[in-house]
């Protein structure tokens, strides 16, 4: 049964009252919000949603495990394929550039025809292998949790690492 003119019932009057978090729009970086019980927040805005910008150095959760599309479609590839080709078939990848070295990177293409597609079975073999995969996926997600704990990528920590140990050696 509908409401009458002055009537208001339970659905409606809940639309109407809104609460003061209910829009942020209008409020600027670092400015100071006092919400409904009194507590203060300052003001931060970002394009990234509030689960990427959470976190010790605002770098995410470290405990989330989840993938964005871009690192499940061009990270991770890219990470399975340079340890494809320098560790995993690193033995027909050097036999093809010995190739293309003796006979030029033109006249190459045509006589290095066989080490090309060893070369690329090799690296087909291993790409569609699932545990592969896998195991890539695990050391980037281990990686980019330890980025967000310590608010340092892998190479900042070596750096870091190596000035601690050249302080270390300096006053021997």
Same mark, same amino acid.
């Given at each position: 049964? *509908? *409401?009458?003119?002055? @009537?208001?019932?339970?659905? &409606? &009057?809940?639309? @109407? =009252?809104?609460? =003061?978090?209910?829009?942020?729009?209008g409020?600027? @970086?670092?400015? %100071?919000?006092v919400d409904e019980d009194g507590k203060k927040y300052r003001v931060k805005k970002t394009i990234m949603p509030h689960y990427s910008s959470s976190g010790p150095y605002s770098m995410g959760d470290? @405990? /989330?495990?989840s993938l964005r599309r871009i690192? *499940?479609?061009?990270?991770?590839?890219?990470?399975?394929? $340079? #340890? %494809?080709? #320098?560790? /995993?078939?690193k033995d027909t990848r050097m036999s093809l550039i010995e190739c293309l070295r003796e006979h030029g990177a033109v006249k190459g293409f045509k006589q290095c025809k066989a080490q090309l597609a060893v070369?690329?079975?090799? $690296?087909?073999?291993?790409?569609?292998? %699932? *545990?592969?995969? #896998? =195991?890539?996926t695990d050391d980037y997600l281990a990686e980019r949790s330890e980025a967000r704990r310590t608010g340092m990528t892998t190479r900042e920590r070596r750096l870091e690492e190596f000035r601690q140990w050249k302080a270390q050696n300096a006053e021997k």
């Open positions: 049964m *509908a *409401a009458g003119p002055g @009537e208001h019932d339970a659905a &409606s &009057s809940s639309f @109407e =009252k809104l609460l =003061k978090t209910d829009d942020l729009s409020l600027k @970086e670092g400015e %100071i919000f470290p @405990e /989330d495990r690192e *499940a479609d061009v990270i991770i590839p890219n990470r399975m394929n $340079k #340890q %494809i080709e #320098q560790v /995993d078939c070369f690329n079975e090799c $690296k087909a073999e291993r790409f569609h292998d %699932i *545990a592969f995969r #896998q =195991k890539m």
